[in-house]
């Protein structure tokens, strides 16, 4: 005799029995029916325009939970009398109407439910609809009540409309516009994850091809050679006479060097670049015993 599994008791044909399609249809219909009543509960019931409170048809008004159904549902309606219980004192049902989207769970008997009351306004047939207001309320129980909660405002349209209108600023929280750019100043834009990691890649390139350095002068006249590992295509050095003033700047190339020391501009062809790295000489090319010198090389 075949077995079953422990759930849904779907059979589970011995090894040594011959297939059977009745068994395969048998466990498929089981399945299918397990699929469907979770497809029920999972999905949002569409119970249409509901009228007055005391609706014989169906679901009634505000108050009737127990005859809600269970899981999502969503209706509508355009009655004053649905008004009430949210004090809108300008309700017009000739122009207004609610969107009510309603959740409801029963667990050991109790009932749990949250209802979004959406309320919208139509001024005529030639303008859109749009938004107005909307509320919030739960259904509760205790030992001296059972019943909606008073419907909290969500969001009323003219804050919403604020909220949309005010613009991010350095010292205001707002709405801002995305941007891509990479070669803007602005300061009302945000960058998109797109703009940073260009922004990234071109800094990654950057720092791949700088090399920055420093070194203490050793004095004399004689060549010092520095070595990096790799010959540059230009080097930088510079010298702090204090924290806010070069002493000296020294620019080398493959074939010369320039330096500018206390205004003084001369070319000399001792420091320069060499392979692997840059030479410097003595305290007018790059090597002053008193000197820390900081070098920017570029491959």
């Known amino acids: 005799m075949p077995n079953k599994t422990t759930n849904f008791k779907l059979i589970k044909p011995l090894q040594e029995e011959f297939y059977d399609v009745d068994v395969q249809n048998s466990n498929m219909d089981i399945l299918d029916n397990l699929l469907k009543d979770l497809h029920d509960e999972s999905a949002v019931k569409n119970l249409g325009f509901r009228g007055l409170l005391a609706d014989v048809n169906g679901i009634g008004g505000p108050d009737h939970i127990d005859k809600y159904p269970e899981g999502l549902s969503a209706m509508y309606t355009d009655r004053t009398d649905w008004s009430l219980f949210l004090n809108m004192t300008d309700f017009s049902s000739a122009t207004d109407f609610l969107f009510?989207?309603?959740?409801?769970?029963?667990?050991?008997?109790?009932?749990?439910?949250?209802?979004?009351?959406?309320?919208?306004?139509?001024?005529?047939?030639?303008t859109p609809v749009k938004f107005v207001s909307q509320y919030k309320r739960v259904w509760f129980s205790d030992g001296t009540y059972t019943g909606w909660s008073n419907a909290?405002?969500?969001?009323?349209?003219?804050?919403?409309?604020?909220?949309?209108?005010?613009?991010?600023?350095?010292?205001?929280?707002g709405h801002t516009q995305l941007s891509s750019a990479t070669d803007s100043l602005s300061e009302v834009l945000s960058a998109t994850p797109k703009a940073v990691k260009e922004a990234y890649d071109l800094a990654s390139l950057a720092a791949?091809?700088?090399?920055?350095?420093?070194?203490?002068?050793?004095?004399?006249?004689?060549?010092?050679?520095?070595?990096?590992?790799?010959?540059?295509?230009?080097?930088?050095?510079?010298?702090?006479?204090?924290?806010?003033?070069?002493?000296?700047?020294?620019?080398?190339?493959?074939?010369?060097?320039?330096?500018?020391?206390?205004?003084?501009v001369s070319f000399n062809t001792s420091a320069m670049i060499i392979a692997n790295g840059f030479r410097v000489a003595g305290q007018m090319y790059g090597n002053d015993v008193s000197g820390t010198y900081t070098y920017i090389a570029f491959k």
Request: aromatic share 10%.
């Open 100 to 126: 009510i989207e309603t959740n409801k769970t029963i667990q050991d008997g109790k009932i749990n439910a949250t209802q979004v009351i959406t309320r919208y306004k139509k001024e005529s047939s030639a």
């Open 208 to 264: 791949s091809k700088v090399v920055v350095g420093s070194y203490a002068g050793s004095g004399g006249s004689n060549f010092r050679d520095m070595l990096l590992g790799f010959t540059p295509s230009f080097v930088i050095i510079y010298r702090m006479f204090t924290a806010e003033n070069l002493s000296q700047v020294l620019f080398l190339s493959p074939v010369s060097s320039l330096s500018i020391m206390n205004k003084a």
């Open 152 to 173: 909290e405002k969500v969001v009323f349209q003219t804050e919403f409309a604020t909220h949309l209108a005010e613009r991010a600023s350095l010292t205001k929280v």
